[in-house]
């Protein structure tokens, strides 16, 4: 069974820095293409960063360029976001993703809440 199981998230001051999580089960982690996205209510969910299977390239939204830090632990299984510099328009679901672009397939998180207080 595949499994992506988000954890990290909470209540911050703008400012502050939270890390999350993301561990996987249930399919090869270091052949997919990784994720973290984010939603709020009423709006699609938007991509925040990636990294890839192999070497590591990471690409980031303009909105968290700078502040966030994607990372993955092949041996572990886990994805990992650094989110520093908290603003409140950070505030939402953020959500764990696996991609095989190859064989079309997409895994989801069922998501962890990040909140940001002014």
């Known amino acids: 069974e595949v499994q992506l199981v988000e954890s990290g998230g909470g209540l911050v001051q703008a400012g502050g820095s939270l890390r999350l999580s993301c561990a996987a089960a249930?399919?090869?982690?270091?052949?997919?293409?990784m994720g973290w996205y984010r939603q709020t209510p009423g709006t699609e969910r938007e991509l925040v960063a990636t990294?890839?299977?192999?070497?590591?390239?990471?690409d980031y939204a303009e909105s968290v360029q700078g502040r966030f830090t994607i990372s993955r632990d092949n041996d572990q299984n886990t994805l990992y976001l650094q989110m520093n510099s908290l603003k409140p328009e950070d505030t939402a679901v953020y959500y764990c993703?696996?991609?095989?672009?190859?064989?079309?397939?997409?895994?989801w998180g069922q998501g962890t809440q990040v909140t940001v207080s002014s």
């Open positions: 249930g399919f090869t982690f270091s052949n997919y293409v």
């Open positions: 990294i890839s299977s192999l070497c590591g390239s990471t």
């Open positions: 993703s696996a991609i095989h672009f190859v064989l079309g397939r997409t895994y």
